[in-house]
């Protein structure tokens, strides 16, 4: 487990929603970032804030993002994206997981 590190999840279309935006002020370096249900939008390479998570840990559900078509668009290359295990083992490396509706 990480010792002061958090979990931040974001479930809000960033097109919509500042979730993710108000979770980018608060995020420290050994902080992480999951991106899952409408929040999966922000992994479009497009997406503005794309480059505010370039430098941060970030994965994003698969399944929410072919659940919305979007495994057929362009990603952003720091995103990596997991299953719904690897999911639950996050919420076990980090002390705290943090969501941001």
């Not at 050994?30 to 390479?45: R, S, T």
């Not at 720091?78 to 295990?85: D, K, S, W």
Request: glycine residues 4%; proline residues 2%; aromatic residues 8%.
């Amino acid at each position: 487990m990480m010792s002061h590190a958090i979990l931040h999840t974001v479930n809000q279309s960033p097109f919509t929603h500042s979730a993710l935006e108000q979770c980018l002020c608060y995020t420290q370096e050994c902080d992480a970032i999951l991106l899952l249900e409408n929040g999966v939008y922000a992994a479009l390479l497009t997406h503005p804030l794309s480059d505010k998570l370039s430098g941060k840990k970030c994965y994003a559900i698969e399944a929410d993002l072919q659940a919305r078509g979007l495994l057929e668009q362009t990603l952003a290359s720091h995103i990596q994206l997991i299953n719904f295990t690897d999911f639950v083992g996050l919420t076990t490396q980090y002390k705290l997981v943090q969501s941001w509706y």
